[in-house]
T-cell receptor
């Protein structure tokens, strides 16, 4: 079946550092890929998405590129802020009525 | 904006009690989902529904049931709560026929079973 693997953390960085959170997936066909973010005490919010190979999703300074050849969708940000501290989930779907398959989440802590 | 509302943010129940978790969405979405979130395990799908009165088991349906009598409302039921059902429960919805398959989530219901 489908699966998503991501680094679990916690990942601790200093403010203004460069961020990479790795995500790789296993799925047949051409899934859509997502990054969701969960701030403390809240539900999940969509951060960015990509629906086909070589697409780049971007939002709030975060970027991720859909790499079919390496089955990856790594999340990057050039300069993180304390307010980026949250749990980040990589996910995929092959569409239809099915829900998303999620990775286990990466807890990111940004220190001032 | 799409809004998914979960009726209770925090609940404390006793072992053996019947528990209802309610979820309402206001965007006329066909598909609704219940996930369970636990540290180190991520999100796991309990049940989903693609239409009124329709339901499908997810990955961990044991100990749970669901009800979808109206399109906007999807309820998760714990017939006899147990301590291993202490968790964060997340409801989500999405429309059909959209290739991106984006889910919209509620804020979660944190259930503690004593």
């Amino acid at each position: 079946g489908d699966s998503v693997t991501q680094m679990e953390g916690p990942v601790t960085l200093s403010e203004e550092a460069f961020l990479t959170i790795n995500c790789t997936y296993t799925a047949t066909g051409y899934p859509s890929l997502f990054w969701y973010v969960q701030y403390p005490g809240e539900g999940l919010q969509l951060l960015l998405k990509a629906t086909k190979a070589d697409d780049k999703g971007s939002n709030k300074g975060f970027e991720a590129t859909y790499r079919k050849e390496t089955t990856s969708f790594h999340l990057e940000k050039g300069s993180v802020q304390v307010s980026d501290s949250a749990v980040y989930f990589c996910a995929l779907t092959r569409g239809g009525a099915d829900g998303l398959t999620f990775g286990k989440g990466t807890h990111l802590i940004i220190q001032p | 904006d799409v809004k998914v509302t979960q009726s209770s943010r925090y609940l404390v129940k006793r072992t053996g009690e019947k528990v209802f978790l309610e979820c309402v969405q206001d965007m006329d979405h066909e598909n609704m989902f219940w996930y369970r979130q636990d540290p180190g395990l991520g999100l796991r799908l309990i049940y989903f529904s693609y239409d009124v009165k329709m339901k499908e088991k997810g990955d961990i349906p044991e100990g749970y049931s669901v009800s979808r009598e109206k399109k906007e409302r999807f309820s998760l039921i714990l017939e006899s709560a147990s301590t291993n059902q202490t968790s964060m429960y997340l409801c989500a919805s999405k429309t059909s026929g959209v290739y991106t398959g984006e889910l919209f989530f509620g804020e979660g219901s944190r259930l503690t079973v004593l």
